[in-house]
Protein backbone atom coordinates (compact mmCIF):
# COMPACT_ATOMS: atom_id res chain seq x y z
CA UNK A 1 0.00 0.00 0.00
CA UNK A 2 1.16 3.44 -0.81
CA UNK A 3 2.57 5.36 2.06
CA UNK A 4 0.34 8.42 2.07
CA UNK A 5 -2.61 5.84 2.36
CA UNK A 6 -1.29 4.45 5.78
CA UNK A 7 -3.53 6.36 8.16
CA UNK A 8 -6.47 6.99 6.47
CA UNK A 9 -9.69 4.72 8.08
CA UNK A 10 -11.26 2.62 5.34
CA UNK A 11 -14.33 4.49 4.52
CA UNK A 12 -11.72 7.49 4.23
CA UNK A 13 -10.04 5.50 1.43
CA UNK A 14 -13.43 4.59 -0.23
CA UNK A 15 -15.27 7.63 0.33
CA UNK A 16 -16.63 9.31 -2.94
CA UNK A 17 -15.54 6.31 -4.87
CA UNK A 18 -19.03 4.84 -6.10
CA UNK A 19 -19.95 4.92 -9.81
CA UNK A 20 -21.68 8.12 -10.13
CA UNK A 21 -20.12 9.33 -7.09
CA UNK A 22 -23.75 10.47 -5.70
CA UNK A 23 -27.52 10.21 -6.46
CA UNK A 24 -29.18 7.78 -3.57
CA UNK A 25 -31.07 10.68 -2.72
CA UNK A 26 -32.67 10.29 -6.36
CA UNK A 27 -33.09 6.67 -6.26
CA UNK A 28 -35.07 7.10 -2.53
CA UNK A 29 -37.03 10.24 -3.69
CA UNK A 30 -38.53 8.36 -6.78
CA UNK A 31 -39.81 5.30 -4.90
CA UNK A 32 -40.89 7.97 -2.26
CA UNK A 33 -43.17 9.92 -4.32
CA UNK A 34 -44.24 6.58 -6.40
CA UNK A 35 -45.53 5.53 -2.84
CA UNK A 36 -47.54 8.87 -2.28
CA UNK A 37 -48.98 8.54 -5.67
CA UNK A 38 -50.89 5.03 -5.03
CA UNK A 39 -53.39 7.15 -2.78
CA UNK A 40 -52.91 10.49 -4.76
CA UNK A 41 -53.79 8.93 -8.23
CA UNK A 42 -56.29 6.67 -6.78
CA UNK A 43 -57.89 9.73 -5.21
CA UNK A 44 -57.51 11.68 -9.03
CA UNK A 45 -59.26 8.72 -10.39
CA UNK A 46 -62.67 9.15 -8.10
CA UNK A 47 -61.84 13.05 -8.43
CA UNK A 48 -62.08 12.96 -11.99
CA UNK A 49 -65.35 10.79 -11.95
CA UNK A 50 -67.01 13.67 -9.21
CA UNK A 51 -65.75 16.49 -11.17
CA UNK A 52 -66.72 15.49 -14.91
CA UNK A 53 -70.87 15.87 -15.00
CA UNK A 54 -70.81 19.02 -12.66
CA UNK A 55 -69.85 21.75 -14.93
CA UNK A 56 -67.89 24.87 -13.44
CA UNK A 57 -69.60 26.03 -10.65
CA UNK A 58 -69.35 22.45 -9.84
CA UNK A 59 -65.77 22.72 -10.07
CA UNK A 60 -65.28 25.40 -8.67
CA UNK A 61 -67.21 23.98 -5.06
CA UNK A 62 -65.34 20.71 -4.72
CA UNK A 63 -62.08 22.78 -5.18
CA UNK A 64 -63.12 25.02 -2.38
CA UNK A 65 -63.09 22.33 0.06
CA UNK A 66 -59.73 21.98 1.42
CA UNK A 67 -59.40 18.29 1.78
CA UNK A 68 -59.96 18.73 -2.58
CA UNK A 69 -57.65 21.41 -3.07
CA UNK A 70 -54.67 20.16 -0.66
CA UNK A 71 -54.99 16.25 -2.83
CA UNK A 72 -54.80 17.96 -5.81
CA UNK A 73 -51.94 20.45 -4.99
CA UNK A 74 -50.14 17.39 -3.54
CA UNK A 75 -51.09 15.23 -6.51
CA UNK A 76 -49.90 17.61 -8.96
CA UNK A 77 -46.68 18.67 -6.89
CA UNK A 78 -45.67 14.98 -6.42
CA UNK A 79 -46.36 13.89 -9.42
CA UNK A 80 -43.82 16.77 -11.19
CA UNK A 81 -41.01 15.13 -8.59
CA UNK A 82 -41.74 11.49 -9.52
CA UNK A 83 -41.89 12.37 -13.38
CA UNK A 84 -38.86 14.31 -13.39
CA UNK A 85 -37.07 12.00 -11.71
CA UNK A 86 -38.67 9.16 -14.49
CA UNK A 87 -37.83 11.16 -17.58
CA UNK A 88 -34.42 11.94 -15.90
CA UNK A 89 -33.64 8.09 -16.00
CA UNK A 90 -35.22 7.66 -19.49
CA UNK A 91 -32.92 10.52 -21.16
CA UNK A 92 -29.66 9.37 -19.15
CA UNK A 93 -30.08 5.56 -20.34
CA UNK A 94 -30.73 6.76 -24.20
CA UNK A 95 -29.43 10.01 -24.36
CA UNK A 96 -25.34 9.46 -24.59
CA UNK A 97 -24.11 12.90 -26.35
CA UNK A 98 -23.55 15.07 -23.41
CA UNK A 99 -24.62 18.49 -25.26
CA UNK A 100 -27.97 16.75 -26.10
CA UNK A 101 -28.42 14.64 -22.73
CA UNK A 102 -27.74 18.29 -20.85
CA UNK A 103 -29.76 20.13 -23.03
CA UNK A 104 -32.73 17.60 -22.07
CA UNK A 105 -32.14 16.79 -19.05
CA UNK A 106 -32.69 21.16 -18.35
CA UNK A 107 -35.64 20.72 -20.62
CA UNK A 108 -37.28 17.86 -18.50
CA UNK A 109 -36.20 19.64 -15.10
CA UNK A 110 -37.96 23.11 -16.73
CA UNK A 111 -41.30 21.49 -18.06
CA UNK A 112 -41.55 19.75 -14.81
CA UNK A 113 -41.11 22.36 -12.88
CA UNK A 114 -43.24 25.00 -14.63
CA UNK A 115 -46.13 22.34 -15.16
CA UNK A 116 -46.32 21.88 -11.35
CA UNK A 117 -46.26 25.63 -10.61
CA UNK A 118 -48.87 26.03 -13.08
CA UNK A 119 -51.38 23.51 -12.01
CA UNK A 120 -50.91 24.40 -7.95
CA UNK A 121 -51.27 28.23 -8.33
CA UNK A 122 -54.41 27.47 -10.36
CA UNK A 123 -55.87 25.13 -8.04
CA UNK A 124 -54.95 27.27 -4.85
CA UNK A 125 -56.16 30.70 -7.09
CA UNK A 126 -59.76 28.36 -7.15
CA UNK A 127 -59.83 27.29 -3.92
CA UNK A 128 -59.38 30.74 -2.25
CA UNK A 129 -60.53 33.17 -4.64
CA UNK A 130 -63.33 31.12 -6.04
CA UNK A 131 -65.49 32.25 -9.13
CA UNK A 132 -64.96 35.08 -11.54
CA UNK A 133 -61.51 36.06 -9.70
CA UNK B 1 -22.83 -0.91 -31.30
CA UNK B 2 -24.39 -3.23 -28.66
CA UNK B 3 -22.04 -5.80 -27.13
CA UNK B 4 -24.55 -8.17 -26.02
CA UNK B 5 -27.49 -9.50 -27.89
CA UNK B 6 -29.98 -6.57 -28.35
CA UNK B 7 -33.81 -6.50 -28.68
CA UNK B 8 -33.95 -8.45 -32.33
CA UNK B 9 -31.77 -11.04 -31.04
CA UNK B 10 -34.17 -11.95 -28.00
CA UNK B 11 -37.26 -13.91 -28.22
CA UNK B 12 -40.53 -11.78 -26.85
CA UNK B 13 -41.29 -12.52 -23.34
CA UNK B 14 -44.09 -11.32 -20.80
CA UNK B 15 -41.32 -9.74 -18.29
CA UNK B 16 -39.91 -7.77 -21.40
CA UNK B 17 -43.25 -6.47 -22.40
CA UNK B 18 -44.12 -6.08 -18.49
CA UNK B 19 -40.74 -3.49 -18.30
CA UNK B 20 -41.62 -1.36 -21.50
CA UNK B 21 -45.22 -1.12 -20.17
CA UNK B 22 -43.87 0.38 -17.51
CA UNK B 23 -41.62 2.59 -19.07
CA UNK B 24 -44.24 3.91 -21.87
CA UNK B 25 -47.08 3.83 -19.34
CA UNK B 26 -44.73 6.26 -17.03
CA UNK B 27 -44.29 8.59 -20.56
CA UNK B 28 -48.20 8.70 -20.93
CA UNK B 29 -48.82 9.45 -17.54
CA UNK B 30 -46.05 12.74 -18.29
CA UNK B 31 -48.24 13.83 -21.13
CA UNK B 32 -51.24 13.55 -18.19
CA UNK B 33 -50.37 15.21 -15.79
CA UNK B 34 -49.72 18.41 -18.21
CA UNK B 35 -53.89 17.02 -18.91
CA UNK B 36 -54.59 17.74 -15.19
CA UNK B 37 -52.47 21.26 -15.31
CA UNK B 38 -54.62 22.09 -18.19
CA UNK B 39 -57.75 21.58 -16.31
CA UNK B 40 -56.88 23.79 -13.58
CA UNK B 41 -55.93 26.32 -15.28
CA UNK B 42 -58.73 26.75 -17.64
CA UNK B 43 -60.90 26.65 -14.62
CA UNK B 44 -58.89 29.11 -12.95
CA UNK B 45 -59.27 31.18 -16.57
CA UNK B 46 -62.95 31.42 -16.00
CA UNK B 47 -65.83 29.66 -17.80
CA UNK B 48 -65.88 30.09 -21.23
CA UNK B 49 -61.87 28.54 -20.94
CA UNK B 50 -62.94 25.28 -18.84
CA UNK B 51 -65.86 24.77 -21.05
CA UNK B 52 -63.69 24.65 -23.71
CA UNK B 53 -61.70 22.72 -22.04
CA UNK B 54 -64.30 19.83 -21.03
CA UNK B 55 -66.08 20.23 -24.77
CA UNK B 56 -62.38 18.70 -25.76
CA UNK B 57 -62.21 16.23 -23.05
CA UNK B 58 -65.94 15.21 -24.31
CA UNK B 59 -64.95 14.75 -27.59
CA UNK B 60 -64.43 11.44 -28.88
CA UNK B 61 -60.50 11.81 -28.85
CA UNK B 62 -60.75 13.10 -25.26
CA UNK B 63 -62.64 10.36 -24.32
CA UNK B 64 -59.85 8.20 -25.68
CA UNK B 65 -56.95 9.95 -23.86
CA UNK B 66 -58.82 9.91 -20.99
CA UNK B 67 -59.50 5.98 -21.58
CA UNK B 68 -55.70 5.52 -22.22
CA UNK B 69 -54.40 7.89 -19.23
CA UNK B 70 -56.84 5.33 -16.74
CA UNK B 71 -55.15 2.05 -18.56
CA UNK B 72 -51.95 4.07 -17.85
CA UNK B 73 -52.51 5.14 -14.34
CA UNK B 74 -53.24 1.52 -12.88
CA UNK B 75 -50.72 -0.46 -14.94
CA UNK B 76 -48.27 2.01 -13.71
CA UNK B 77 -49.25 1.92 -10.22
CA UNK B 78 -49.21 -1.95 -10.15
CA UNK B 79 -46.17 -2.04 -11.83
CA UNK B 80 -44.47 0.55 -9.23
CA UNK B 81 -45.22 -1.89 -6.83
CA UNK B 82 -43.64 -5.07 -8.50
CA UNK B 83 -40.49 -2.76 -9.01
CA UNK B 84 -40.64 -1.73 -4.79
CA UNK B 85 -40.69 -5.83 -4.33
CA UNK B 86 -37.62 -6.19 -6.71
CA UNK B 87 -35.52 -3.18 -4.77
CA UNK B 88 -35.97 -5.26 -2.03
CA UNK B 89 -34.71 -8.38 -3.77
CA UNK B 90 -37.92 -10.28 -3.30
CA UNK B 91 -39.41 -11.73 -6.79
CA UNK B 92 -36.83 -12.60 -8.95
CA UNK B 93 -37.50 -15.88 -9.75
CA UNK B 94 -38.59 -16.65 -13.58
CA UNK B 95 -41.62 -18.22 -12.47
CA UNK B 96 -42.74 -15.58 -10.00
CA UNK B 97 -41.19 -12.52 -12.40
CA UNK B 98 -43.57 -13.96 -14.66
CA UNK B 99 -46.76 -14.46 -13.01
CA UNK B 100 -46.51 -10.71 -11.55
CA UNK B 101 -46.39 -9.20 -14.42
CA UNK B 102 -49.18 -10.94 -15.90
CA UNK B 103 -50.88 -9.61 -12.54
CA UNK B 104 -50.06 -6.10 -12.97
CA UNK B 105 -51.54 -6.14 -16.73
CA UNK B 106 -55.06 -8.39 -15.32
CA UNK B 107 -55.44 -5.38 -12.59
CA UNK B 108 -55.35 -2.72 -15.23
CA UNK B 109 -57.41 -3.88 -17.41
CA UNK B 110 -60.08 -5.23 -14.71
CA UNK B 111 -59.70 -1.95 -12.71
CA UNK B 112 -59.61 0.68 -15.98
CA UNK B 113 -62.83 -1.85 -17.11
CA UNK B 114 -64.80 -1.43 -13.64
CA UNK B 115 -63.77 2.85 -13.16
CA UNK B 116 -65.34 3.30 -16.55
CA UNK B 117 -68.36 1.07 -16.02
CA UNK B 118 -68.98 3.04 -12.56
CA UNK B 119 -68.74 6.85 -14.38
CA UNK B 120 -70.81 5.97 -16.67
CA UNK B 121 -73.09 4.77 -14.31
CA UNK B 122 -72.90 7.79 -12.38
CA UNK B 123 -73.19 10.14 -15.38
CA UNK B 124 -69.81 11.14 -15.53
CA UNK B 125 -69.49 10.05 -19.27
Not at chain 1, 17 to 29: D, N, P, Q, T, V
Not at chain 1, 101 to 128: D, E, P, T
Not at chain 2, 59 to 71: A, R
Request: with cysteine; aromatic share 10%; net charge positive.
Amino acid sequence: MDASNNYRTPLSRVRGLGSAKEGAHRFISERATGIALVPLSLWAVYAVIQVAPVGYEGAITLLQSPLNAVMASLLIFVSCVHMEAGMRVIIEDYIHKPASKIGLLLLNAGVCWLGGALGVFSILKVALLGVGA
Amino acid sequence: MPTSPHLQIWRWHITMAASIFTRATGVALYVGLFVVVAWAASLAAGPDSYDLFMGLMASWLGKLVLFGLTVSIFYHLAAGLRHLAFDSGVGFEPKTANMTAVACMAFAVVATAVVWVLAFAVGAI
